[in-house]
T-cell receptor, first 118, second 109 residues
Framework: EAGVTQFPSHSVIEKGQTVTLRCDPISGHDNLYWYRRVMGKEIKFLLHFVKESKQDESGMPNNRFLAERTGGTYSTLKVQPAELEDSGVYFC????????????????FGPGTRLTVL | DAKTTQPNSMESNEEEPVHLPCNHSTISGTDYIHWYRQLPSQGPEYVIHGLTSNVNNRMASLAIAEDRKSSTLILHRATLRDAAVYYCIQRVLGTALIFGKGTTLSVSS
């Protein structure tokens, strides 16, 4: 079974440019999460999709960040325009269910996309 | 913010058991305790989770105190591959994971 994949693995852009990160969850996983770790800080939650709907986007830092999950499959996270403080590693995770308390709630993480804004 | 406290770092020797402690004094009756770990240059990975009873799986054991205000992740025989940052997470069902600083485990041969 393929795991969560993220593309690209690395991205280096200039301040003010736009970058789009992609996440392909495990097939059949309705729940998709985005997290990020900026330099020296803990991993922080950004948002949670259930299928194509945004269940919780309380962690999105500002309106420069736009996440989509059309058709409930893969998701994209666009940063426009990128700022220096957006540099960090962006992780995507998926799970079968949310709220069951069972092993099916386990989140499977991708390897992350390292974003560097110069 | 993270609701758990863990030591910043711990050291172990290969083949020895490791006990990673975690305090979660504000836990409510329906909050689960989840453990994830992050190996170098990888995304976090699930280790184990529990509610009240002790739990075992192929990776580790989770011992939860009777008052549920603390727990211990037990690696029965540490290997070099177990060197990672271990995160103890107090989790409300259905919500995202809230990561703290975790415990950096070093394993020596």
């Amino acid at each position: 079974e393929a795991g969560v994949t993220q593309f690209p693995s690395h991205s280096v852009i200039e301040k003010g440019q736009t970058v789009t990160l992609r996440c392909d969850p495990i097939s059949g996983h309705d729940n998709l999460y985005w997290y990020r770790r900026v330099m020296g800080k803990e991993i922080k939650f950004l948002l949670h999709f259930v299928k194509e709907s945004k269940q919780d986007e309380s962690g999105m830092p500002n309106n420069r960040f736009l996440a989509e999950r059309t058709g409930g499959t893969y998701s994209t996270l666009k940063v426009q325009p990128a700022e220096l403080e957006d540099s960090g590693v962006y992780f995507c995770a998926s799970s079968q269910v949310a709220g069951a308390g069972s092993r099916r709630e386990e989140q499977f993480f991708g390897p992350g996309t390292r974003l560097t804004v110069l | 913010d993270a609701k758990t406290t863990q030591p910043n770092s711990m050291e172990s020797n290969e083949e020895e058991p490791v006990h990673l402690p975690c305090n979660h004094s504000t836990i409510s009756g329906t909050d689960y305790i989840h453990w994830y770990r992050q190996l170098p240059s990888q995304g976090p990975e699930y280790v184990i989770h529990g509610l009240t009873s002790n739990v075992n799986n192929r990776m580790a054991s989770l011992a939860i105190a009777e008052d549920r205000k603390s727990s211990t992740l037990i690696l029965h025989r540490a290997t070099l591959r177990d060197a990672a940052v271990y995160y103890c997470i107090q989790r409300v069902l259905g919500t995202a994971l809230i990561f703290g600083k975790g415990t950096t485990l070093s394993v020596s041969s």
